[in-house]
């Protein structure tokens, strides 16, 4: 009998290269107001999807959505503040007046002054809604993003 040899087999695997594009946008409307708007403005549907809770359960920020039947094309709007209130006794015993304790949570702290943002897979849909948001007088401003790596995983909502 000859001694049977091991075969060893190596899997490699590649991530899909897709590209995403960020814009953010300061506003102080409403997701559901921003996301209507957009909605009216472009051949899009975002539509309502459930809360994305960040990692740790720090925050809870609306999401919207929008995926081309068609094709590949997707379109995110977020939240990227997400206010928590809270009653602290302790701090309220020496005042007349109950306040509640409010701490701002960012989904993406390196971009604290964005109110939202729109994540997307096409770069010239993200363009279009740029310039049509920056003629919105509802909107501040909107303006590309390019957030770091780490932060990018965290914004996988599949």
């Known amino acids: 009998m000859l001694p049977m040899a091991n075969k060893i087999y ?3 695997i590649e991530e899909s ?7 953010a946008i300061h506003s102080t409307l409403e997701a559901y107001q921003l996301a209507y708007y957009v909605n009216k403005q472009n051949k899009i549907l975002l539509k309502r999807k459930k809360d994305f809770i960040s990692e740790n359960n720090r925050g809870s920020f609306s999401l919207f959505e929008w995926k081309d039947l ?9 939240s990227n ?11 309220n015993s020496n005042s007349l007046f109950e306040f ?11 971009f604290k ?4 943002f729109i ?8 363009k279009t809604i740029k310039i049509q948001l920056n003629n919105f007088s509802m909107v501040v401003t909107a303006y590309n ?13 599949d």
Request: aromatic share 14%; glycine share 2%.
């Open 100 to 110: 509640p304790e409010r701490n701002e949570v960012y989904l993406i702290p390196e």
């Open 81 to 91: 503040k997400f206010i928590h209130e809270s009653s602290n006794s302790e701090a």
């Open 145 to 157: 993003v390019y957030p770091n790596n780490k932060t990018r995983m965290n914004l996988i909502f």
């Open 70 to 78: 068609y094709s590949e094309l997707k379109c995110h709007l977020i």
């Open 17 to 23: 290269s897709s590209d995403e594009y960020f814009i």
């Open 113 to 116: 002054g964005a109110d939202f």
């Open 10 to 12: 190596k899997l490699k």
């Open 119 to 126: 994540k997307s897979t096409h770069f010239e849909i993200l």
